[in-house]
């Protein structure tokens, strides 16, 4: 093709449709788009870019959802749609002599073409082209007449630097170091482009420029695998830490992790490694997605990677759902390895590319209705009466916090919330196996899997409950959350033991004189009085008690910001006899407090929220357990109950899947 020379040319860019969430930031400009208008300048060509990314969404239109379109979505833009690309075409002056669309996604193919009869109508004798990924593999059929397509790729324009100059000033900065992938994953259509690096120094000098100009606190990598040559991503980050950029260096597009070194990542950190992308894609030995690397490889990239200082909250682990009979525990998996790392979980719904192999694969089952139909957010290989699931699925996917899952557990039906929970509870066995697993292979994530699933649950523990509430079971919230604390530990572990100590049914009085000079042999048993006899008596109890248990709970609410004067009774007159007399502690022991109270506390030394010094519940529990030798309590919290009020069901709904989850996490189930 002959490239224009000495022409006006309007370049527009196609941004990014999504329906529901957005799930990745979608309001960069695409790097190719500047260096397209580098190259085009450079041949003299004058070169009005429409820049219609960034803002906030705008509303399109609603499209046909699910494999046979029943359902609806609307979809937005996030940038400006057409009907306010009439406004910017105000601004152009003379008409142009060509008309350059370049649209990165097959789905947003009508989107394209929806901007091109825009300008066509405005500008009727200029030449149309389109290009980019979106046209490369879509039927002719597909295109209108007058429009002409172009499918491969301009090298020179690749190796051009992006003109930054379309904006007056830039929040973030973008660069690219390399084009092309050497993978042929089954969802990706890259590896269609022979693999091409770029002069990093040159990368290097351009960047430097921008920041220079605008210092925009990040800088984004475009490069769909920036690990396919190591050593100029060395030299890059090298040359990035050495100019003195105080800006954010993001890999959102991913990294391919088992090509990740300790080495690596230690210069990304020093470069100042922000967002990144470390995928995990599928967590099954049985995927077919192709991948040249496993989740194993993922989790050790993401050690070496907190090893290096990296917060792990700025890495999003992405995994694909919406397949036809997919395994979902695998999905769900995948999220629970990515919030046990604590790292950002990244679901995508699978969008199919004309050119991959799983279009190949699904094709026949995906929804009808050119490309446009094939975007991941209408999951158009879902059955129509699945997709409000699957969008209450994905939504329940975005959670970003363990602690946050208990508020929105009502997005799952019973039946998922049970195998989310059956993940979640094998998810830090499977991140200690990944760990110290010996290669990346498939046969050695299907040995985690079974040791995984052989997992051999005791037969018999024996559980102590110390309880502490005066009210009885019908009304006590304390008695209430134990009891589903208890009920989900019999599940878990069948022909459990239970004691139970109530401290307000036993016939505890405090310490006095003769109890005192006992427990420091200035009297003996035979010499102090039968009352305090019957209390040393139910105090070897209580010890024998804690010695006989493998697990133990105490459950209290909160009186006077600490916890109940009985339960402070009973813990001090086990304190004293075995640190005083006994002169020696307890062995470590699982050990659980649930805390019952109507305001929200935050623990001490911990999370922020809250007011930590209204709250000694916590501190107290913590100290006496560690006095006694029993190791720091999990703490279960059952938070904002209103004394002499209703207890809402969503709420009691919320703090009973927080006890699941807590109990789970604590005991390596």
Known sequence: MQWPRNRKIVLLSVPPTFAGARLCPLEQVPIGALKLIAFLKGR??????????????????????????????????????????????????????????????????????EYAE??????????????????????????????????????????????????????????SLAIGCMNRCAFCSIWQDRPVKLDEGAVLNYVRDLYGRDKPGLFWNWDPNVLMFRGALERFLDGYAAAGIKAGVCFGKGFQPNL??????????????????FPIESSSSRSGMLKPYTVISTIKALESAKRAGYDPRLAQTTFILGYPGEDLGSVFRSFSLSLVMGATPAPFPVFLFPGTSDYLKYAGRAARGGPGRLHGN???????????????????????????????????????????FREFEKSSRFVELARSARDDSRRELERIEKEIAMRKVPKFRRLLHVTASPRSARTSRTRLFSGHFLARFREAYPGTRITEVDVFREKISFINEEFIDFVFRRKGYARVSPKTRGLIDLTEKFIRQIEASDVVLFSAPMWSLSIPSALKAYLELVATMMFYRRKRTFGKKQVFALLTREGSYAKPGGDPSGDPFLNVQDSTLTAICGFLGLGEPHFLYAEGLRVNAELPPDLEAGIKASINLSLRRALNL
């Open 44 to 113: 003299g060509n004058e070169v009005a870019y429409l820049d219609l990314h960034g803002g906030e969404p705008s509303p399109w239109k609603p499209k046909p959802a699910g494999r046979g379109g029943g359902a609806g979505k609307l979809l937005y833009v996030m940038g400006r749609p057409p009907d306010r690309l009439e406004s910017v075409l105000d601004r152009i002056g003379p008409a142009p002599d060509e008309i350059w669309i370049s649209c990165t996604f097959s789905f947003d193919l009508d989107l394209a073409l």
């Open 118 to 175: 825009v300008l066509r109508r405005r500008f009727p004798a200029a030449r149309t082209l389109l290009g980019g990924d979106a046209v490369r593999n879509v039927p002719a059929s597909e295109m209108p007449g007058g429009i002409e397509v172009f499918t491969g790729r301009i090298p020179e324009a690749d190796a051009s630097a992006p003109d930054f100059s379309v904006r007056k000033k830039w929040d973030y900065g973008l660069f």
């Open 260 to 277: 990740l070194t300790e080495r690596l990542i230690g210069k990304m950190v020093k470069a100042g490694l922000s967002y990144s992308t």
């Open 378 to 420: 209408l999951w158009p290989l879902i059955a129509d009466e699945q997709v409000g699931k699957y969008d209450r699925l994905l939504e329940f996917l975005l959670t970003r916090d363990v602690r946050d899952i208990p508020g929105r557990i009502g997005l799952l039906s019973p039946e998922l919330r049970d195998l989310f």
